[in-house]
């Protein structure tokens, strides 16, 4: 068995900065004194570094380097021997946390396995930030980042989470909202509350709470900016459903011309269960 590996005294530190989600006086303390004195700053887009910088009032005098997902597996190497030679490397994406749907995990294995130290400026997270705003139960969460882009495998993935208990957080694209919204609508259920929250911290921040199907129709207008979902978890009483009156339920729409698929979402959405659910009910009885 391999035992973990134990830090070089002579290896430098690798830092996760946390940058703002929007104001730039979200900053936190340490940031600025954090990469005015870096070795090395790895960046997610070098031109974000230089506002940011700007507004921080500081000067860089160590290098700089662009880490993003499409170079980040030939640079992690660079910045691992940067480190192993004792410089301290700090890294920042566009903003929020790095790692999290972001840059940043490459290299921090690639740091613990080197026997790096590796430590954070802790700093503004679009996830909890919308949690905290959502108005729906954060004693128990789980963070699902970005939905799949395909239409099935999106679909399958949420109704993998329709029984999920724990308030869910989603990330988004403004221009995939509406649809993500709808998929959502018809896996948990157009009642299942949530919220969307766009712009967190800007000037123009809107949160939105409703039902998933209200704000489908919602987003159908266009919405614009930094896209979080917060959706509640599935409600307890959805186990006690009686399996009978769900399946006397599609059994009734189909007897009046309604195709079983269509049949057994209509059933989803008006009882607040589960499609997938339905379906078993009906084809598995």
Not at 53 to 80: A, C, H, K, W
Not at 252 to 264: C, F, L, T, Y
Request: aromatic share 4%; with cysteine.
């Amino acid at each position: 068995m391999i035992g973990a590996m134990t830090t070089s005294e002579s290896a430098g530190t690798l830092v996760l900065a946390g940058t703002p989600i929007g104001r730039p006086d979200d900053a936190p303390a340490r940031l600025a004194a954090e990469l005015a004195t870096a070795d090395v700053i790895a960046a997610e887009d070098t031109r974000r570094l230089k506002r940011l910088v700007t507004d921080l009032g500081i000067e860089i005098t160590g290098r700089v380097m662009s880490y993003f997902e499409g170079n980040e597996q030939g640079r992690t190497p660079q910045l691992v021997d940067a480190l192993l030679a004792g410089g301290r490397v700090v890294l920042v994406t566009d903003a929020g946390m790095p790692s999290v749907s972001d840059p940043g995990y490459r290299l921090v294995a690639a740091a613990v396995e080197a026997g790096i130290t590796v430590t954070a400026v802790p700093g503004p997270s679009a996830v909890l930030t919308a949690l905290a705003v959502s108005g729906l139960p954060v004693d128990r969460f789980c963070f699902e980042g970005f939905l799949p882009r395909k239409t099935g495998e999106r679909s399958r993935r949420l109704d993998w989470l329709a029984d999920e208990p724990r308030t869910m957080v989603f990330f988004e694209a403004p221009h995939r909202t509406e649809a993500a919204l709808l998929a959502m609508a018809e896996a948990f259920g157009a009642d299942r509350r949530a919220a969307v929250c766009r712009e967190l911290t800007k000037t123009h921040e809107e949160v939105r709470r409703d039902g998933l199907g209200n704000l489908a129709a919602w987003a159908s207008a266009g919405i614009r900016g930094e896209v979080t979902i917060v959706v509640s978890g599935a409600p307890d009483d959805e186990a006690a459903t009686d399996p009978e009156t769900l399946r006397a339920l599609v059994a009734s729409e189909e007897s009046a011309g309604v195709p079983r698929k269509q049949a057994i979402a209509d059933v989803a959405r008006r009882s607040g269960v589960p499609k997938r659910v339905v379906y078993d009910l009906v084809h598995k009885p």
